[in-house]
């Protein structure tokens, strides 16, 4: 395969054209990255992908999401309030009728949308508060079917709680040596601030034991009391686990003062932990007990990128009881998060795009032999119809190819609008700037 005249994220010298071709070996990893030179003439043989100038980016990346949740949107009843209690309590109910088929069956829906839209790596929250751990089993196994193509990392999600839910520290271990990737907790859910500081204790005990890597929803809550991760942060320091743990949402961050937040970033940067925000969730659930003001609902995602704290976005829900709504379309995730986040400057929206392709990798521990578009690497990578990031994220574009191991995983044809306006000869509209 060769990707003729496509321009990258990050490059060396094009030779002026500010175009390359990517070259892919038999074995499925890039075996040359070179100046695009349009009086060559492309092999006679092999898949050949003409970029046109397009984008060639690596693939993007969901750092948060809820498969075994998705697809489940009214099932028993709405979410009513749009609350996240009340969102608890109606996926607590829809477990109880959970069928490993039925798990499979929503999961591996979602996992196609991805694919389509050229998410190749995902983390996903598994609930483990459920005796049977069906969920999880059936998560373990999805992610067995798709390892060739697509990387599935399962964080054992105790949704319920550790210390406060029956035999909750019991069900973590036992998903962790079933084979989840991934310790999960949730302190603000615990009954009381003790028994919070505690799950996540256990939950770096575990994860120490057996190498893994710790992802929490943390503060996920408008107290501005309810401060978990900074012992998350002292934690990471103190078992060395440092940019293998994660922060997800710390929507209360949102309401801090501006002392502890000072505070509090210089121990996130010295931390080295990663903060997931989730904008559609963040937007959606926080801020519902508030009159006005009301709050945005989101962590301090630009303050934390100045301090130097890596960032990510996440879709998260997929049409279950905390949203309704969803396709899992990261550069959607993208556009509503800058604009949610403030990143609006020149300088900022290219960032947006990085948290859901580069830094979303980071969260999840990819390394630069597994990701990026560089020799030697896998043969991963999606073609946009757009020259830069901020253009792929404004026209909301869809990937022309999606490239899995040097094997065309997902191909989209463009669908142009034709435009009848009076008095001119029809036209296409591309929503291009020229």
């Known amino acids: 395969m060769i990707v003729r ?26 075996a040359r990255v070179v100046p695009y030179d349009d009086q060559k003439e492309p092999p006679g043989t092999g898949v050949l992908i003409e970029a046109h100038g397009g984008l060639l980016s690596p693939p993007f990346v969901e750092p948060h999401i809820h498969l075994d949740t998705a697809l489940t949107a009214g ?36 996992l196609r949308w991805q694919a389509a839209q050229g998410v190749l790596h995902v983390r996903t929250h598994c609930d483990v508060t459920d005796p049977a751990l069906t969920a999880l089993d059936a998560l373990l196994e999805v992610r067995d079917r798709v390892r060739e193509f697509l ?9 319920e709680g550790i210390v406060s ?29 003790e028994d919070g500081v505690a799950s996540l204790g256990i939950a770096f005990a575990v994860a120490e034991e057996h190498g893994l890597r710790v992802d929490a929803h943390c503060d996920e809550i408008d ?76 962590t301090q995602v630009k303050e934390m990128l100045a301090a130097g704290v890596n960032v990510a976005f996440g879709h998260d829900d997929v049409m279950d009881p905390w949203n309704a709504l969803g396709t899992a379309n990261p550069l959607q995730t993208a556009l509503v998060g800058l604009y949610a986040a403030q990143l609006t400057g020149a300088d900022e929206i290219p960032v ?26 896998p043969a991963s990578f999606v073609l946009l119809p757009a020259e830069t990031p901020a253009e792929a994220i ?11 191991h040097g094997t065309v995983l997902a191909e989209t044809r463009p669908a142009p609008t034709r435009l009848n306006w009076p008095g001119e000869p029809p036209s296409e509209v591309d929503f291009r700037r020229t």
């Open 394 to 404: 404004r026209r909301q574009v869809r990937p022309r190819y999606v490239v899995s």
């Open 165 to 193: 839910f029956p035999d909750g520290e019991a069900l973590l271990r036992e998903a962790v040596a079933r084979g989840a990737d991934v310790v999960g907790a949730i302190p603000h859910f615990e009954d009381t601030r």
């Open 223 to 298: 107290d501005e009391q309810s401060r978990f991760v900074e012992v998350l942060a002292a934690l990471a320091l103190r078992t060395g686990l440092r940019e293998r743990a994660t922060a997800s949402h710390t929507t209360a961050m949102g309401s801090y003062g501006g002392a502890y937040s000072f505070k509090l970033q210089r121990l996130l940067s010295r931390s080295g932990i990663n903060l997931v925000s989730n904008p559609f969730a963040n937007l959606n659930l926080q801020g519902r007990f508030d009159g006005y003001p009301r709050r945005r609902g989101l």
């Open 151 to 159: 990387t599935l990392q399962i964080v054992a999600f105790p949704q």
């Open 352 to 377: 947006a795009f990085e948290m859901v392709t580069e830094r979303a990798a980071r969260v999840l521990g990819l390394t630069a032999s597994e990701y990026g578009i560089v020799e030697g690497a």
């Open 5 to 30: 005249g496509a321009r990258l994220l990050t490059a060396p010298n094009s030779g002026g054209t500010g175009l390359y071709d990517v070259e892919v070996a038999e074995d499925g990893r890039i």
């Open 75 to 110: 099932e028993p009843r709405p979410n009513a309030s749009g609350t996240l209690w009340e969102g608890i309590a109606c996926w607590s109910e829809r477990k109880a009728t959970l069928t490993r088929e039925d798990v499979i069956a929503r999961a591996t829906q979602v």
